[in-house]
């Protein structure tokens, strides 16, 4: 548990020492330097406020984690308070115990001293909003207007790759395309297009998605393929290219999609960055949304995994964090925390009992479910991790990295079993068939590798076509 998180623990609702009485000033730990602002104007929750608790206060108190029960994710939770009672005393800021304790002048200073203080400016304003009565926001966020274009020819990174379950074919997500090759020969199938696809000014593109596609995943049968790109959702007929439905708006870029098990379910996930993050069930045969998480973690989600038996999901963000969820009820069931950085990935070992997540901190962490703690990390990678997955039924996982490399690993032992280089730049993706014969890697060049069996050196190379 990291130190912001015993410090909280603390704080609001734990029992503290009778030697240590919460008024007394932390030992050790001077307090934050206090400045006068030359301000005129109001101080603004949402333009001034809340960005300083999304960056120091939001790790622990936001989401499906709220230390002491002090939930910092809204202005609404923020007032209601933690298990101590209110944190905030409008018109009072000396009173307030958040303002105590983030001027380090009560115990349990916050953040503690392994994380980063706040700057004396930054107290100001809290201070000065608290002073002013802890106003909340005038009224709702008004997000800019994103006006999408076509990536340039030049800007062709593949950013997914998928399988079909029957192996004879790979669908490749490079730029704003979806297209399809023959997985044995890499020889070209059919590119998916959406015919009434257009730029705002009304000019016709062929492509599948306006915007880059950020994510795919092909049904369990075969039948659909699902691709995200910027607020929105496609569900196309695998067979004809045909859409069979849209789904819209989403808050930013659908990162992260998967299909149940049995492929009646998909979820899709994304969000925006330093938002809450965002993840929806919806049922495949009607697009209806089963659920919506209410803030499922503090920041964009990265990734999303069905347990084998279609009963659980994990997801995985920015905040990093991997959580569990029960299906198709959405209740919380788990957290893992550990990553030092973005959670990027995270993947169901067959059995239900093991998850594997892979970090921008450059590891991978092996999870037991029902300890519900960790199990060991994996490290050789030399930069961020950017996808893992379970390999079939077996204990092997496979991930690719930034630092040009893919690597398979026994999730298990932590043994590494192989490793592939030769990628020219970063890797996005990866795809493994169930039986481990096929895998695929890609990154921001465009070209797709295809690897058969243990081979060291790829059996075909799909370039970018010129």
């Known amino acids: 548990m990291n130190g912001c998180m015993i410090s909280l623990l603390v704080a609001f609702g734990l029992a503290v020492p009778a030697a240590d009485p919460p008024a007394a ?87 503690p ?7 004396p400016e930054e107290l100001a304003l809290i201070k000065l909003w608290i002073d002013q009565g802890a106003k909340a926001p005038s009224a709702a966020r008004i997000r800019p207007k994103i006006v999408l274009t076509p990536p340039p020819s030049s800007v062709h990174p593949v950013r997914a790759l998928a399988f079909s379950p029957d192996k004879g074919t790979l669908a490749i997500a490079r730029g704003n395309q979806v297209l399809l090759h023959d997985a044995a020969s890499a020889v070209f199938l059919r590119a998916f297009t959406d015919p009434a696809l257009k730029t705002a000014d009304g000019k016709p593109v062929v492509a599948a998605h306006i915007g880059l596609v950020e994510s795919m995943a092909i049904s369990p049968d075969g039948r659909y393929l699902a691709t995200g790109s910027f607020q929105e959702l496609i569900l196309w007929d695998f067979r004809t290219g ?5 789904v819209a708006p989403f808050t930013d870029r659908v990162v992260a999609l998967a299909f149940s098990p049995d492929g009646k379910l998909l979820v899709a996930a994304g969000g925006a960055p330093t938002e809450d993050g965002e993840v929806r069930l919806l049922e495949v045969a009607t697009g209806k949304a089963l659920f919506d998480l209410k803030s499922p973690h503090s920041d964009t989600v990265f990734g999303v995994a069905f347990s084998a038996d279609g ?31 973005h959670v990027l990935d995270v993947s169901w070992k067959a059995d239900g009992k ?3 997540s892979a970090g921008a901190d450059g590891v991978i962490k092996i999870w ?7 199990a060991r990390t994996l490290a050789g990678h030399t930069k961020q991790v950017s996808r893992v997955a379970f390999v079939g ?10 630092d040009l490399t893919v690597r398979v690993w026994n999730a298990d032992n932590g043994g590494a079993q192989r ?48």
Request: glycine content about 8%.
């Open 242 to 246: 045909r859409i069979v439905r849209k």
């Open 354 to 356: 093991t998850l594997a």
């Open 311 to 341: 009963k659980m999901l994990a997801t995985c963000g920015a905040d990093k964090f991997v959580k569990t969820w029960e299906i198709p009820s959405g209740k919380a069931l788990k957290s893992f925390e550990g990553h030092t950085h």
């Open 113 to 119: 001293k392994s994380e980063d203080p706040l700057t």
């Open 419 to 466: 490793t592939l280089t030769g990628f020219p730049d970063y890797l996005h993706a990866l795809a493994v068939t169930a039986d481990g014969t096929l895998l695929a890697a890609a990154g921001e060049d465009g070209a797709v590798r295809i690897y058969v069996g243990t081979a060291a050196q790829p059996t075909k190379v799909i370039p970018v076509p010129q």
């Open 25 to 111: 000033a932390p030992v050790g730990v001077p307090p934050i330097k206090i400045v006068a602002l030359n301000r005129k104007e109001p101080v603004l929750y949402d333009k001034d406020i809340e960005p300083i608790f999304v960056n120091k206060c939001a790790f622990c108190h936001s989401g499906n984690i709220k230390e002491g029960k002090l939930d910092m994710a809204t202005h609404e939770t923020l007032m209601k308070g933690g298990k101590k009672g209110p944190s905030i005393i409008p018109g009072k800021a000396d009173e307030s115990i958040l303002y105590k304790l983030s001027a380090k002048v009560m115990r349990p200073a916050m953040p």
């Open 393 to 402: 039924t077996t204990p092997n996982i496979a991930t690719c990295s930034g």
């Open 368 to 374: 037991n479910f029902e300890a519900g703690e960790q």
